[in-house]
């Protein structure tokens, strides 16, 4: 089993920054993990992903903006967020993919609210 907590969602002005973490813990050996978000009305969107090599993909209305980075010897996922738009606006979700399975868990998701 794998647990995932999302923090550092809020509400920030457009062209802010946010970094948001996802704290993995549990006994399962972790594969890839991306971030997803949901937009209101929206259904749940793939936003970027880190493999273990560190090789990673961004959605393309993000590639310039957002940086998704791990740690995993810290169990730590992060995506950091700059030029932040009121389009961004969204509940984020961190999601793992477990090693040699195709067991996959998520986070419940941390709200980020970018104003006009």
């Known amino acids: 089993q794998v647990q995932l907590q999302e923090t550092g969602g809020g509400l920030v002005q457009a062209g802010g920054s946010l970094v948001l973490s996802c704290a993995a813990s549990?006994?399962?050996?972790?594969?890839?993990m991306q971030w997803y978000r949901q937009r209101p009305g929206k259904p749940r969107e793939l936003v970027a992903s880190?493999?273990?090599?560190?090789?990673?993909y961004y959605e393309h209305s993000v590639e310039d903006r957002f940086t998704i980075s791990r740690d995993s010897a810290k169990g730590m996922l992060y995506l950091r967020m700059n030029s932040l738009k009121p389009a961004d606006t969204a509940v984020y979700f961190c999601?793992?993919?477990?090693?040699?399975?195709?067991?996959?868990?998520w986070g419940r998701g941390t709200q980020v609210t970018v104003s006009s």
């Open positions: 549990g006994n399962m050996e972790i594969a890839a």
């Open positions: 999601k793992a993919d477990a090693f040699g399975s195709s067991l996959i868990y």
């Open positions: 880190i493999n273990r090599d560190g090789s990673s």
